[in-house]
């Protein structure tokens, strides 16, 4: 209490102080608010300057430029001004209103009015309000706190938060709010209400006819609320409202009965008052310069802003003061309200801006741009769904077309569609002729599903909102054979002539992001919430809108979306041309996701040294050892889901030909966790090898060059073994020795037996039980056993110059010598993949077993088997972990959590996911090529080097994630 009473005494004697020493011109001055631009030349400069030293000016509001010249001239005229300059702006949707390109734009305030969370335009206000102060703004012409109920309005329309006055009033605070806690002064306008009219003030008088009680229950109602939660300012329109004030041409800026006795007597609001630019004609039209100022401050106005004639006006106040029309109180208490509201935002201290130069990158933050489509995830309005599309269920499916209209070149929802599926797209202007119209018929004719998005809309009734006939026959047409997803980028009244399309999504601007967002919802990536502001018939009405869950879909996202620092990204680029340029291999693949989209996808080098061909984001990769997790591991939970797998019962419970042998006793959980006692692996190829040849040579009697009846398993091009000799692999697993501790020792073997465990588990052969199970539902087309049945050598890497078994080089077949001689399916080894079907499996695993609306595992089964094994300082049953002893070598990047869970692979591979950063780290090479005895890979610890990198790009933007 004592601080506060200090705080306004000190206030109190700054401006007092103030106010004492000015003389009446000084005073007068302090009215004004004056036009300014940053990106007019040497004249402009020079009138700006003339005024402030002329006239004392109290005030500039900014328009046209960019921040950092803003900055610069708000420097050069605070030094010219005896009394600080409050600086104000349109910003209603942030610096980039007035500032475009040069800073970043918010959603329309009636985007925003679809976004059920309030929180959202709380925050918002606060990032706006940080980058006005960065720049020396104190005022904000915002929020804009019309009730918008009248479609033909050409002015509001979508600066308004819609048509519920509840809906306007709260996030109207929500936003004024954020600005105020900021620091700085918000402004509602535009007082008494702008929102039913269908003339622009700007060019005339609007007329407002309603009467006092639905004045008062409608318009007045966003105000009255603003005034008792403090909001610090309101700017007066110019509005004709006869039951107001029923002069004629009397606009409500210029009248006592709604200025004075409405807004401060009745009302009780005691903050500041600017009038709305009095260059406008709603006001200039029928008021003189000089003559209109006059009656602005008569009417109870403080501020004029934007005086057509600052002269004129200059001589008619002190003319007014001097006849008594205004008294020199009334000034003194109009100076006052400004000076307090200058002290109040500091301006009593040096208003110098410093650090000019990185204004830029401070109104542009990634983590801003982020919320901003974070703002537009939350807008999006599914006003109508009858055939359930929305979110597509088969994304992966070639039958369906985006078609842009009124968008000439590929648009963003285009580019944003080609990320996740090669679709038809096709771009057109909004006049469309027969032949055009027939030529996109024929395009799509093997469509079925068509994804329309409108462009280039208007906000003009007059107009039909943007909407030609050529685009409403061609839409019709298409609806008529196709279902149609139609996507309106523009006014939710346009919606009224779609009635009969069964499917909207309102996403309201074009926005590169907005397009985004909505592809992304269209693909089930996003949920979808939005609910629309304003109602537009009976059919669209105010507050609908169908609610849709994500699908647990991956999706994409620039690295600024996700707070990743792009320029740490880089660095990745570094470390793979070192690894390319040492020859630790010749190319790879890296793929990186955050939050569930991917951010980093991108392949490097070549299959081979000779670069003969350039290794492909499509490229299907050996994965060797992941086999045992995205294969086998994920068989098991899916068995222990359905009861029939116990992880504390011994094998032989369901291998029972393994009663004899010391391998039946073996408990589940330990070969898991490879803690079972057995050997790490058996080289079974060497016994097909002749021991006394100088040079690898193979005993004839297992090979065959040509497929047999007898000789069908294919280990190499030309090369087959005999049938039985996976009876003898099995053999020597089933008799091998157990070592005589049984503490760590990674194992194949193990999962030798897995293999034999999911196929009389289930009844199905074993690569047939995981693609029946996951790859196939999970549309996981490059992930498979065998590559070569389904794709050519040119999509797949070679993993090396054999020369000690198969004597060949070794492309399209696994690598591991144990799987090639099982014909190419083993539980240990054997898959292969990419980036982007390894990362669906992962972030299935990461959404608690859940992918595109189906349920794999159950998210209890997920932490049971990738929880740390009791006895391991690494390992979980089945998944590889962060190594947590600090005397071991770390298999992962040291910032990875304790709860990182994947595997590595022998051919180069790294696949591991980390639940509490919600990050998925895939890199796939083939570091074994041209020999697997090249150690170069390892000893210059490229995978952990490379995770690390995303680690700190996570970290370098303080992203909340992270702390």
């Known amino acids: ?73 708000t420097n050069k005229y605070q030094a010219l001004s005896e009394t600080p300059l409050m600086v104000a702006i349109d910003a209603e949707t942030g610096l980039g209103m007035r500032h475009k390109a040069a800073a970043i734009t918010f959603p329309d305030q009636l985007t925003l009015g679809a976004i059920r969370d309030n929180t959202s335009i709380y925050q918002m206000g606060r990032i706006i309000a940080e980058h006005l102060n960065r720049i020396g703004v104190h005022v904000n012409f915002a929020p804009v706190v019309d009730v918008n109920n009248n479609p033909a309005n050409p002015v509001i329309h979508n600066r308004s938060f819609g048509e519920d006055i509840f809906n306007v009033a709260t996030k109207s605070f929500a936003y004024m ?53 403090g909001v610090k300012s309101m700017m007066t329109a110019h509005l004709a409202i006869p039951v107001l004030d029923a002069r004629p041409n009397r606009p409500t800026s210029l009248s006592q009965d709604v200025v004075q006795k409405l807004l401060q007597d009745e009302m009780h609001f005691e903050g500041l008052i600017f009038t709305d630019g009095l260059e406008m004609h709603g006001v200039a039209k029928h008021f003189k310069p000089g003559i209109m100022e006059v009656e602005a401050l008569i009417a109870g106005n403080d501020i004029m802003l934007l005086p057509i004639d600052i002269d004129a006006a200059f001589q008619a106040i002190k003319e007014a003061i001097k006849n008594g029309q205004l008294t020199k109180e009334q000034l003194d208490v109009k100076v006052k309200k400004i000076l307090s509201a200058k002290y109040n935002s500091k301006l009593n201290t040096s208003p110098r801006i410093t650090s000019i130069s990185a204004i830029p990158k401070d109104v542009n933050k990634s983590e801003h741009i982020a919320f901003k489509s974070k703002l537009y995830q939350q807008a999006l309005t599914l006003v109508k769904d009858q055939e359930a599309l929305v979110p597509l269920k088969n994304i992966g499916k070639d039958d369906v077309a985006i078609i842009s209209l009124g968008e000439t070149k590929e648009s963003d929802l285009q580019k944003s569609a080609k990320k996740f599926a090669r679709y038809t797209c096709i771009s057109t202007s909004k006049d469309i002729s027969t032949t ?115 699908y647990f879909r991956l999706g994409y996202a620039d690295p600024e979306m996700l707070f990743v620092d792009k320029d740490t ?29 991917i951010f980093f996808e991108k392949s490097y080098g070549y299959h081979t040294y000779d670069k003969k061909r350039k290794s492909q984001l499509s490229d299907i990769y050996d994965v060797a050892s992941v086999t045992k997790t995205l294969a086998t591991t994920i068989s098991l939970m899916k068995l222990y889901d359905e009861g029939k797998l116990d992880l504390y019962k011994p094998l032989k419970k369901y291998l029972p030909h393994l009663d004899t042998t010391n391998k039946g006793p073996l408990i589940v959980e330990d070969m898991l966790a490879h803690h079972s006692g057995l050997p790490g692996w058996i080289p079974f190829y060497e016994d097909t090898m002749e021991e006394e040849s100088k040079r690898p040579k193979r005993i004839p009697s297992y090979f065959s060059d040509t497929r047999k009846p007898t000789h069908t398993l294919r280990i190499n091009d030309e090369l087959w073994i005999r049938n039985d000799w996976q009876d003898s692999i099995y053999n020597m697993v089933y008799n091998c020795d157990l070592r005589d501790r049984r503490n760590y020792r ?53 993993t090396e110059k054999d020369d000690y078994f198969r004597l060949g080089e ?70 590889d972990m962060k190594e947590l002893d600090p005397d071991r070598s770390l298999n992962v990047a040291e910032e990875c959590s304790t709860l990182t869970f994947g595997h590595l692979g022998f051919t180069g591979i790294s696949v591991f996911a980390d639940p509490k950063y919600d990050f998925i780290f895939i890199f796939l090479s083939n570091r074994t090529y041209p020999s697997m005895d090249n150690n170069k890979f390892s000893k210059y610890n490229y995978r952990p080097r490379i995770q690390s990198v995303f680690y700190r790009a996570m970290t370098h933007n303080n992203n909340p994630a992270l702390n």
């Open 1 to 73: 209490m004592l601080c506060g009473q200090q705080n306004k005494d000190e206030t109190n004697a700054w401006v007092m102080s103030k106010l004492n020493s000015m003389t009446l011109e000084e005073k007068i001055g302090q009215l004004f608010m004056i036009r300014a631009h940053s990106d007019l030349g040497a004249d402009h400069i020079k009138s700006v300057e003339s005024q402030i030293k002329k006239y004392k000016v109290g005030g500039l509001c900014f328009f046209q430029g960019t921040p950092q010249k803003q900055a610069e001239l």
């Open 177 to 229: 709010k954020g600005l105020q806690d900021g620091g700085i002064i918000a402004c509602a306008k535009h007082f008494p209400g702008h929102g039913d009219t269908d003339v622009d003030s700007h060019y005339d008088l609007p007329l407002i006819s309603h009467d006092r009680e639905r004045i008062d229950s409608i318009e007045l109602l966003p105000f009255r609320v603003l005034t008792q939660l």
């Open 436 to 550: 055009q119209k027939s030529d996109i018929i024929k395009k799509i004719n093997k469509c079925e599903i068509v994804i329309i998005g409108l462009y280039d809309m208007s906000i003009s009734s007059k107009k039909n909102f943007g909407i030609t006939k050529s685009m409403f026959d061609l839409i019709y047409d298409i609806n008529s054979q196709k279902e149609v997803i139609l996507v309106n980028y523009g006014s939710p009244y346009a919606l009224k002539f779609f009635e009969k399309i069964p499917t909207i999504l309102q996403a309201y601007e074009d926005d590169p992001l907005m397009q985004d967002a909505s592809l992304q919802a269209i693909m089930g990536v996003n949920p979808i919430n939005g609910e629309l502001p304003v109602s537009v018939d009976s059919i669209f009405s105010i507050k609908s809108g169908l609610h849709r869950n994500g």
């Open 569 to 597: 990204l880089k660095k990745i680029d570094t470390i793979v041309s070192e690894m390319i340029q040492r020859k630790a291999a010749p190319g790879c693949q890296v793929l990186a996701i955050k939050d569930g989209k």
């Open 746 to 798: 990674y194992s194949d073997l193990s999962f030798y037996l897995f293999k034999q465990l999911i196929e009389r588990q289930t009844g199905d052969a074993y690569k047939d039980y995981v693609s029946k199970e996951f790859y196939e539902p999970l549309n996981l087309n490059y992930t498979l056993f065998n590559p070569l049945n389904k794709f050519s050598k040119e999509r797949i890497p070679p």
């Open 810 to 879: 070794v492309h399209g077949y696994v690598h591991d010598m144990g799987a090639a001689m099982l014909g190419g399916v083993s539980g240990h080894a054997g898959l292969f993949s990419n980036g982007k079907d390894l990362a669906v499996l992962m972030q299935m695993l990461l959404n608690g077993g859940q992918y595109e609306g189906k349920k794999y595992l159950t998210p209890k089964t997920i932490q049971k088997f990738t929880t740390r094994y009791f006895r391991s300082t690494r390992r979980g049953l089945g998944f």
